[in-house]
């Protein structure tokens, strides 16, 4: 018999369709919940997309963000752009409303240079006004996850509406790199914009928050994660433009601390599998068509009776608030 102190946590996600004016801004938006009767440690691995967390009070510990010894606990938080993994952890619960933002996004919702966020967490009252207190007392107040993804989307459009634009060849490389799998020349990018090489790099480091030849690794990253639940690190390699397979266990380790097999093995939450997508998809906003249910609940547990699974996340039909 199993006792209750070895019981595996159960997070679940109520995941929000994105509203066409914030599409190329946000990704996805996911109510999310878990709660065990011991402390949860897990490790986040590298990716493009900036969590935007608004807690309901729960607190997270995070490891191994940029300027920080050792852990630091955030309630309400934004994590940048992450170039490298961290651990987070948390003691016994957690709820939250999780805003998926693209680094565009990033850029124009949150009024910030990507730069300033690059590899941080930061307390979301240091980086915009725009989620203060009153808006989570309001947003924690609403009884059910539709009113609560209600008042964000108008939150939200209502940033949009007014949001500072990238430069138009920034906006333009970030899509190419998306598109290409990360497999663009960054050489051949900067020559098609008409730009010096050198005031575009910085110009795309300012805003996105990382240089195009490191996005471009974390977006190939992103894709070889992805395909590597499916397909062998050599066919991966060969697939998405490796030099060779350890040029893929080298980048793999890079982003993520874990060799191929052991990250295939360890298949951790990402903001993709979170938001119910897969890299390379979200410039339209969309998700995938199986997962497409609006307010759809989805568990992370083992596979039990019938039901549909996709990515490791099990779905019910209800919508929990």
Not at 148 to 173: C, G, H, Q
Not at 183 to 198: C, F, K, N, P
Not at 244 to 270: C, I, M, N, Y
Not at 306 to 314: L, P
Request: glycine fraction near 10%; aromatic fraction near 8%.
């Amino acid at each position: 018999m199993t006792s209750a102190a070895t019981v595996p946590p159960t997070p679940f996600l109520v995941r929000h369709g994105v509203p066409p004016g914030l599409r190329g801004l946000v990704a996805g938006i996911v109510g999310y919940s878990e709660s065990c009767d011991r402390p949860v440690v897990r490790r986040q691995v590298a990716g493009t997309l900036i969590p935007l967390v608004l807690s309901s009070g729960p607190t997270l510990d995070v490891v191994g963000a940029a300027g920080e010894d050792g852990a630091r606990r955030y309630g309400s938080f934004v994590a940048g752009f992450m170039p490298n993994p961290v651990t987070t952890s948390f003691e016994t619960r957690q709820c939250c409303l999780q805003i998926y933002l693209t680094p565009i996004g990033a850029f124009r919702l949150l009024r910030r240079p990507g730069r300033e966020l690059t590899a941080r967490v930061v307390d979301v009252d240091d980086v915009t006004r725009a989620f203060g207190q009153p808006v989570l007392e309001e947003l924690w107040s609403a009884r059910t996850w539709a009113r609560r993804f209600d008042l964000i989307d108008r939150r939200l459009l209502t940033l949009s509406s007014s949001a500072p634009e990238p430069a138009p060849y920034v906006k333009w490389m970030w899509r190419r790199i998306q598109r290409t799998g990360g497999r663009a020349r960054i050489d051949d990018l900067v020559r098609q914009t008409g730009w010096s090489h050198r005031h575009v790099i910085a110009r795309f480091t300012e805003q996105i928050g990382v240089g195009p030849k490191l996005a471009s690794r974390v977006v190939r990253f992103e894709r070889a994660m992805s395909a590597l639940r499916y397909h062998s690190a050599a066919d991966v390699a060969a697939q998405l433009g490796f030099a060779d397979q350890s040029h893929l266990v080298r980048e793999v380790r890079s982003f993520s601390g874990w060799a191929p097999g052991a990250l295939k093995a360890a298949q951790p939450t990402t903001a993709y599998s979170a938001i119910g997508n897969h890299p390379g998809s979200v410039g339209s906003g969309s998700v995938d068509r199986r997962e497409r249910r609006s307010g759809a609940v989805a568990r992370w547990d083992r596979p039990r009776g019938r039901g549909h699974w996709s990515g490791g996340v099990r779905w019910t039909e209800a919508c929990t608030p």
